[in-house]
């Protein structure tokens, strides 16, 4: 104890602590011989590396819990929003994006089909649903088919006599 109260009296008789201070405040790495420096680089690189790997993952837990994530990214995302060059340049984005898709739907849509086709095994999913569709309903549908494909037939059977009457009209016309 008389030993600590002695350099305690020291410290402050030689006005230590403001030295120190001095000291670290004024040091300075371009006063320092250039094997130090390389030397300290060494020393800091390692120290850091070892205390990285052995506490390393409880820094970057306590870091990470005290980081506002929910605050940050509102921050970030209002700025975005009211970014005019955010704003400006989506559109040009948005177009070479839709270029890009483009290319490549031209170049591998046939390829991605004939990949996708075996897999949903579609012929099967025909089959099991006429299968699974009763006589009637079936009958119906098909009817429906044949009304509407048969009312065209019809239609344009109509525009084929229409167009040959009035041929035929014009050419008795000019026979008398």
Known sequence: EKANQIISQLIVALNIRNRVQELLRDLSLQNLPVSTVKGLRKTISVNVRSYMQNKGVELIQGLTDSIDWDGI????????????????????????LAIIIDRYLERDLEQIVTQVIPILNIDQVIIDRVKATSPAELEAGIQGIVKSELQGIVNLGGILGFIVGLMQTGFLWFQN
């Not at 929003?81 to 948005?94: A, E, F, H, K, Y």
């Open 73 to 96: 990214a509102n921050v970030v995302i209002g700025r975005l929003r009211s970014s005019t060059i955010l704003t400006s340049s989506l559109d040009v984005v948005s177009a070479e």
